[in-house]
């Protein structure tokens, strides 16, 4: 399933992707595993495994791009109380589908690269809590899983080192916002996910109270390289601050799209263009979400933007989950905006007032615009509800669902005139909007 | 003890202890500061969004629920972002609240109302449709509307944390999110309505007042409740003479916030239909309907007789018993003794004893008198517990009985001792009751077990023995647990201890001598049943006992209430409550007077008290009153005012709330029969009797204002008397109510007898 | 109630994986629901018994979790994501297709018992859009032609 590689890519975590039986431990061996485990536990301590990991200016993959080191450093290592490791292999940001393959063809690279966390801040015990739909994953993790122990690269004494860590696969069972991490560790400890107040972080008490590193699938996949070719060269792979290659999500109206990996800060126009070979139809781009859902959309005439963090960031937007969404000419951007705001009404927890009922109100005023019922004070008041919410609710999901809403009514404007009082949908004439 | 974190608001320099949260300094200070979700007590959830505040060097706006106050922060609660931030939550909460508050139950005291009144966002810009969910019943007394519900989460806290039952809690997700019951579509709990009180809104309300009235339509009249012997502050909603409703509106008095369903809805025996209206006369054998003219003649014409043949020497049999009540006012109880001791000249006097509080009183005053080993004498206070200590003391012992159905709102208080105060809860008990949850340490023993578990408290090899081994709910105790138990017990130095009938007389005395040997203060609380049984026994109800536990033996005790009544008492003590009994059915008793008792409740004889000429005084035609020659319609605690002392001894006032026709308060009979019989009954008036207790009563004489404001105060009647000793202990029965009984009122509760509880609840299972 | 031996096993070794036990509540259900379809009042009750927890406590877990259900859904289960990335590539017109050719809608069994239809939120197949799942299986880049073929195969397969 993993696309056609693209000529443009630099293969860093997905270099095992193509090979034959690429999940199993043989595989895994044969090219490169675990040699940063060896090498962590006979070469290095925590301390300097935190400095490589700095150096690399490797930053999470999971949305918020929080330098990865740093967060590690902020564990009590002298606690008494025991450490977790959590991976949140949630995936459910609309448009991202990249720690399905890392965990699909390349289990054994999370695997060492929660070891190499457990390592770091004197942790024994892992999960990783995949999303239900992902079933399939949990089958491979866990037989990836019984591999590692049958060989000694999990249980007690770790390659004669004296470290002991357990792992297991914790499944979800339908709901994104227990990607966000509160809300995820409530959700391991068997509860609904409605996410914690913080501080406390999780670092300082996270899984039962208890210190606790949580990343995403990507970010422990990409230790593993980091700690066998050192920091710098990953940093060197990215631009300045934004180390390394990520996997980009390409999806929408382009002609490939795929899962790719580039180096950070590769100019969307690339992504889009070559490696994407352009838009379905040669039609003209009319915008890019270039992260996830949650992240604001771009115009057209952002398409020299790199995707690093930083510069997306300067472009209005986020470079979030890595997931970019193209949308071209045909495209309803209330609908867009709709749809969006319906996933956020669905997904939000209830917990509190303005993201519970701002999402449900949102999205009952799209759907009535959308569907022509729109009045002129119906853009203002959409805006201003989006801007109601942000920064205000309980949790980010909050900013997730509003951020988007008022970048699409901002920069599109336009288009939701078009849709003002009893006009149907102005896109819907050119009937198909189903490319390729 | 850390410094005070000095911070400041809206340009205010506050100061505040670590740990405090900004929206407590801030409220402290007067700066208001509005939340749904918070409330003081309660875990916090953060969910409701209305106190975010602006916090310098923060970028977003900040919770003040959440955020605990720290040294040099700059806040700010009304600048003109706030401002819009808590009118946008209020916005998107009316978005799909549906605006039905003319006909809403909290309609007039509504949060959410309020808030809007203050914050604006009355105008609503939501054009869509509202979700509509209809109104759900939960219980006879429970009623949930959803889309009234603002999910604050007050009620499944209040349910689960404070009552700790948990029968609340939150289904589906997002803008579906909604409370439900823990049986599907009804509750199974106990349903103390605590979830209506604490609901901001009208989402929750309750079966009793719903659509009856409009709040401003109602007189509130703050009263005490009448049902178990905790004493709560309830405050009565009257409209047109009717009560409509029973909550603590301003959470004042000694139970703040706390009522149980008997507090919240039991109110409602005044209203049935079996009430007694009218005096009735046994004519034929048969009791008919009689004016209360024809009813007092009646009786007068007969004691006047007895009384006569008394003086000129022609009788044999006692002449006068008379029973005395749990629930009437301590003005009644005393001029109920004095009218036997002086009028019908008998100390045949006495009450259902539901624990030994004469005994307590006694074993205090005894161990301020002899200090254990060298150390100086302690005053009463640091014997005796009011309600609220228990929410404070460092440390609990509950021995015997199940204060959670028994004594809801000293089990409430406890409770919130282990949750917000850390309080050490050892229990002692031969069943899991429910207070076992909390426990620190918890002791199982056999059925009726609670006399050997204090002797192995005072040490005795044999009783820990007894003790050890496996208990009939399958538990192992060991000698190391019976040690360290002990152990940690005897490190106390703030405890209290609480008991209940299974410890009288010489036990309780035991107790007290135990307690004294704790290297700190160790203060004790009588669990008795009724609302009014502590003041019963102080005001005298006791046949060898003055008020004030003053013996009838003592000339000096004697001489001064002679000499202030300016009669004589009889020196002689009388016979206890089931010896009275006793005699009227062997023919050796003249008359039984019964005041708001049912002493025949379960007694076989009843027809054997035939040669007796009874009168009975209540508010149901009750077993005793069916054979009564005589009976007369009294009023209940709602219908007069007057004092009570709680269990612990907290004295407080009733106000009347209403009038039912064709009663009268007890005090009025009182004075009715003495009138008839030739004496004139003074004082006459509540108010009046309440000032002879003050002056002659040991420890009543405390300041009125408290009361008056409708708090309490602390009796102990500990400074006047040598105090005696109860006889008869043996006769101290617990009356072994429940959540959902209450002697003879329970039975003409019709919210107490619709809930199904009442009979599905089950005893705790054995420890 | 005694559930299947492999079900037994899969809780018996969960419980393992925990220092405490709830955490188990999630995957139990999950894994409860595979079995029997959905999580009837029976199995509700067992497992808040086991995992001593009211039955509300587990009622209102398992009514957070989209993909738990307490009544049953077809033997395959159509979930047909329209979410942005498949919108865009036809997955709403998709979810329209399949509610005609099923003659149900979202929510909803067929009279056989055959076939169920939810539309769902993104299910982490964005690059291959549209996608579906029938089960836990994914199905990618589908086309209302080779949605025709899918469930033609199952009922075919399904009558033998
Ligand atoms: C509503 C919401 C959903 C999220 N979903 C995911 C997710 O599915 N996967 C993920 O890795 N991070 C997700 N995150 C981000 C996590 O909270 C967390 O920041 C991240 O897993 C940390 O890992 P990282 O530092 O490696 O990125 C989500 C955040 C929010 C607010
Ligand atoms: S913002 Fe509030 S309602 Fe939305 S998901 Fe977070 S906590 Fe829940
Ligand atoms: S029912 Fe009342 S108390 Fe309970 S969550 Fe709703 S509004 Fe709050
Ligand atoms: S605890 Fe006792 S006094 Fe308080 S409301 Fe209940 S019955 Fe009345
Ligand atoms: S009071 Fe602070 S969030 Fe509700
Ligand atoms: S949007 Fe359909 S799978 Fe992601």
Redo the contacts between chains.
Sequence with gaps: MPSQPSEHEVRVLSRRFGLPNSASIDTYLANDGYRALEKALKEMTPDSILEELKVSNLRGRGGAGFPTGMKWSFVPRQSPKPKYIVCNADESEPGTCKDRLLMEYDPHQLIEGILIAGIVVGSHQGYIYVRGEYRYLIDILDRALEEAYARGYLGKNILGSGFDFDLYTHTGAGAYECGEESALLESLEGKRGIPRIRPPFPAVAGLYASPTVLNNVETFSSVPPIIVNGGKWYAELGTPRNGGTRLFVLSGHVKRPGVYELPMGTPLRKLIYDVGGGIIGDKKLKAVIPGGSSTPVLTADAIDTPLDFDSVAKAGSMLGSGAVIVMHEDTCIVRAALRIMQFYAHESCGWCIPCREGTNWLKKTLTRFHSGGGREEDIGLIEDLAKNMLGRTFCPLGDAAAMPTIAFVQKFRNEFEMHLAGQPCPFEKHGQLVGA | MADNFKFNVDGRELQAKPGTLLIDACRAAGIEVPAFCYYPGLSLQAACRMCLVEIEKTPKLQTACTTPVAEGMIVRTSTPIVVDARRAMLELLLANHPLDCPVCDKGGECELQDMVFRYGAAESRFREEKRHVDEQQWSPVVYYDAPRCILCYRCVRVCGEGMDVWALGVVNRGARSEIAPNHGDHLDCEECGMCIDICPVGALTSGAYRYRARPWEIKYVSTICTHCGDGCKTTLSVRNGKILRGNNRDHSGINGEFLCIKGRYGYDFIENPNRIRTPLIRKDGKLVEASWEQAIQTIAAKWKEILHRRETGTQEAQAFGVIGSNHTTNEENYILQKFARTVLKTNNIDHHRTVDYAALIRAIANAIAKPVGDSAARPASDFLARSKDLSIASAVLVIGGNPTDQHPLLAWNIREGCRLNGTRLYVINSRRIPLARKTFRFLPIAEGGEQNALEFLRGERDAEKRLQGATPGGREVTAEFLNDFRDKLGQEKDLIVLFEAALSGECVAQLVEWGSRLPGRTRFIAQGDYSNSRGAADMGLLPNALPGYASVEDNDARLRFENAWSTTVPAEPGMPLHDMLAAAAQGKLESLYVIGANPLKGWDTAASLGGCFVVVQDLFLTETALVADVVLPAASAYEKSGTVTNTCGELQKLSKGMEVMGTRADLDIFSRLAGALGVTQAPLKSEEVLEEIRKLVSGYGVPLVNIVAGGAELVAPLDGFQPVSATHTANVKSSRDTLFTSGTLGRYSSSLQAVPERTTRTEPDPA | MQFSTQLEEKFHRLAQ?Y?????????M??FAQDEYGFLSKEIIAEISRR?DL????V???I??????RTKPAGRFHLQIC????C????G??LFDHAKTKLGIGNGEVTPDGLFSLEEV?????????PAI?VN???H?ELTPERLDQLIDEIQRVSRV
């Design positions: 994986h220092p405490v036990k709830r955490s188990a509540l999630v995957p259900l999950l995992m009211t039955v509300l406590d009622e209102g877990t009514s957070y979790y989209s993909m738990l329209t979410n942005i990335s919108m865009l590539r036809g709403d017109k939120e993104c299910i982490g197949a964005c690059a291959w859009a799942q836990y299986d994914f990618h």
